[in-house]
């Protein structure tokens, strides 16, 4: 589904650049500013300092008078809104409804040609207000859902870019998220020879240190066995645990007998 974040009255030129950060790492780019206090916001130092490497979406973000012309082409409006009002939209967490939008996972493969239906003619827009005045109850009224970020009932004022954040992680969730991709190596897995020569080779070494009793080994060789098992070394780590064997064998021979 087409998606646009809107900013209404923003003052600060810094949370606008942290705006397009916080939207751009979830893989947004489509920002809208109504009105902000600044005209020139989107050029401020200030701005393209905390954009930082999101100079791009503050390039392609749009300034424009009033909220109508912000939801130009937009479908499904959802106001975020900390404060409940007494009239106006249903309020629900960002998880809660963005399930109800896009159907439960029971329904998840019947629904997937409907959210492409979605993607191709429908745009939802969320609308963030003034950092000093929240966003007016005209506003809300227009929307079709309040969304309220559930934090510490002692303390739930979030800044503007950590609730951008954090309704854009849980929209680019409910529409399938990103893979997470590990960056350390790990190694190769030893396999069982491997793990059975190192097992010799510590038992050996524990004989010679007089911790193991060949005479009386009890269950410590397979106690031992079950433990590397469980932490699946690699080859390198064999390699290691050999060494650490090697060096207790070592300083084993040079103690008096």
């Known amino acids: 589904m087409r998606t646009r974040f809107i900013l209404i009255q923003t003052s600060h030129p810094g949370n606008v650049g942290a705006v397009a950060r916080a939207i751009k790492t979830m893989g947004f780019d489509d920002l809208v500013l109504v009105a902000p206090r600044w005209p020139n916001v989107l050029r401020r130092e200030i701005a393209i300092q905390r954009a930082s490497g999101a100079t791009d979406v503050l390039e392609k973000a749009r300034i424009v008078a009033t909220l109508d012309e912000a939801l130009d082409g937009m479908h499904h409006l959802c106001a975020t ?5 007494d009239f106006g939209p249903p309020t629900r967490s960002p998880r809660e409804h963005f399930d109800l939008l896009l ?18 003619n429908s745009g939802i827009a969320f609308l963030f207000g003034s950092e000093r005045f929240g966003m007016a109850n005209s506003d809300v009224y227009r929307c079709h859902v309040a969304l309220s970020i559930p934090t510490a009932p002692q303390f739930g004022s979030l800044n503007l870019a950590a609730a951008v954040q954090l309704v854009a992680y849980e929209w680019r969730q409910a529409l399938g998220g990103f893979a997470v991709h590990d960056a350390a190596s790990h190694g190769t897995p030893a396999d069982a020879r491997q793990m059975a020569g190192m097992l010799a080779h510590w038992q050996q070494a524990l004989v010679e240190i007089g911790f193991l009793d060949p005479a009386a080994p009890k269950k410590l060789m397979p106690r031992l066995n079950q433990l590397f098992n469980r932490a699946s070394p690699s080859e390198e780590d064999i390699h290691v645990l050999r060494g650490i064997a090697k060096t207790m064998m070592a300083l084993a021979a040079r103690q008096p007998r």
């Open 81 to 85: 809104a900390m404060t409940p009002r």
């Open 103 to 120: 159907e439960t996972e029971q329904e998840a493969q019947a629904s997937k040609a409907r959210i492409a239906d979605m993607n191709e």
